[in-house]
């Protein structure tokens, strides 16, 4: 079992910045890849942006320039970094990890609980 908590969400004003933390934890051999996804009331789940073991990153347009994913691989955690936040940035900030748990690779691909990020003035 590979549990993913996330913390660093809150209310902020429009142009303000939060910072969350995910950690992973539990039986891991090696994650391939996190990432943060986001959803916001009646609409669905969204990538944010997610970064590869290899450190590649990848972002959703309405997040580029603003928002920054950064990974601490012996930590088994990543952050994100968000400047610039926007009322249309309000939504749960969910983590997510897939990887292997063993040395079969069995895969994993789990998710956190989400942390609130409200953008408001």
């Known amino acids: 079992q590979v549990h993913l908590v996330e913390s660093g969400g809150g209310l902020v004003q429009p142009g303000e910045s939060l910072r969350l933390s995910c950690i992973a934890s539990?039986?891991?051999?090696?994650?391939?890849?996190m990432g943060w996804y986001r959803q916001a009331p009646e609409k669905q789940r969204e990538l944010v942006a997610l970064v590869t073991s290899a450190g590649t990153t990848r972002y959703s347009d309405f997040v580029k320039g603003r928002f920054t994913i950064s990974r601490d691989v012996a930590k088994n955690t990543v952050y994100l970094q968000m400047n610039s936040l926007k009322p249309e940035d309000t939504a749960v900030y969910y983590c997510?990890?897939?990887?292997?748990?063993?040395?079969?690779?069995?895969?994993?691909?789990?998710w956190g609980q989400g942390t609130q990020v409200t953008v408001s003035s």
């Open positions: 539990g039986t891991i051999f090696k994650i391939y890849s």
């Open positions: 997510n990890a897939d990887g292997a748990k063993n040395s079969n690779l069995d895969t994993f691909d789990s």
